[in-house]
């Protein structure tokens, strides 16, 4: 287990903060993989399963989480303070890495919420634009503050990446759920022959994806054979 220090904290909203924390050189990842993190209290360490925001490039790494009241992890970690320490499992894993995905024109991530965290690093990822024509990444949050990685995305400096933005709870330019503005954005709805796509949110997202995908015919994907769409299940509490 490694311990890291936290070098930065940021508070977007009463429901969402995210953390940086210094890297152990010997901590290897895939992009869009996550670990197991928390803190080491008595008498054993509080962990729960973290993506990964910082890509495998960076020299710090970057967790996204949301404010569980009474949480037994972030109950305690959303007061963490620079200086501090947290504890990380340098084991990684996960299904959301494009190399479980088949070839395709496009890589279309589909995320609510802290679900982005994974996608962050895939879509700073230069092995993603070699893989993917067009890379896209919708994106679901309750509240406008919660869009925290807009400004960071929107510097994204690939020709071939989108980022959609929609809020479901306040007034928006894009006001509702993602599913709304896919075939405004893609010309079409999702396709297996052209569509790669990767879910990362919420377990009724997650079933609704599985189950709609299945239907058409999609092969859901896993760190042991590749597929038409993956879905990821880690969620801190």
């Given at each position: 287990m490694h311990k890291e220090t936290v070098i930065?904290?940021?508070h977007y909203s009463d429901r969402l903060f995210s953390f940086k924390t210094?890297?152990?050189k010997s901590f290897r990842f895939k992009n869009g993989e996550f670990c197991m993190m928390g803190l080491d209290v008595d008498p054993r360490p509080i962990l729960r399963a973290y993506s990964i925001v910082s890509t495998n490039y960076d020299n710090h790494l970057e967790f996204l989480s949301i404010k569980v009241p009474n949480g037994p992890l972030t109950e305690?970690?959303?007061?963490i303070n620079v200086g501090e320490e947290v504890v990380v499992n340098p084991k990684c894993t996960g299904s959301l890495v494009i190399d479980y995905l088949n070839k395709k024109p496009n890589l279309?991530?589909?995320a609510t919420g802290t679900g982005i965290a994974p996608f962050l690093s895939i879509a700073h990822d230069?092995?993603?634009?070699e893989k993917f024509d067009n890379v896209y990444l919708f994106h679901s949050v309750r509240n406008v503050n919660e869009l925290a990685y807009k400004q960071k995305l929107s510097k994204l400096d690939f020709p071939n990446f989108n980022y959609i933005?929609?809020?479901?709870?306040?007034?928006y330019f894009r006001k509702g759920r993602f599913w709304n503005y896919i075939p405004d954005v893609m010309g079409r709805n999702l396709k297996k022959e052209q569509d790669a796509v990767m879910v990362c949110g919420s377990p009724e997202m997650n079933k609704d994806c599985r189950e709609m995908f299945?239907?058409?015919?999609?092969?859901?994907?896993n760190t042991g054979e590749c597929g038409d769409?993956?879905?990821e299940r880690a969620f801190a509490g």
């Open positions: 930065e904290v940021k210094t890297r152990d305690k970690l959303q007061k279309v991530m589909l230069f092995e993603t634009y933005e929609t809020v479901t709870r306040e007034k299945t239907k058409q015919d999609w092969l859901e994907g769409f993956m879905l």
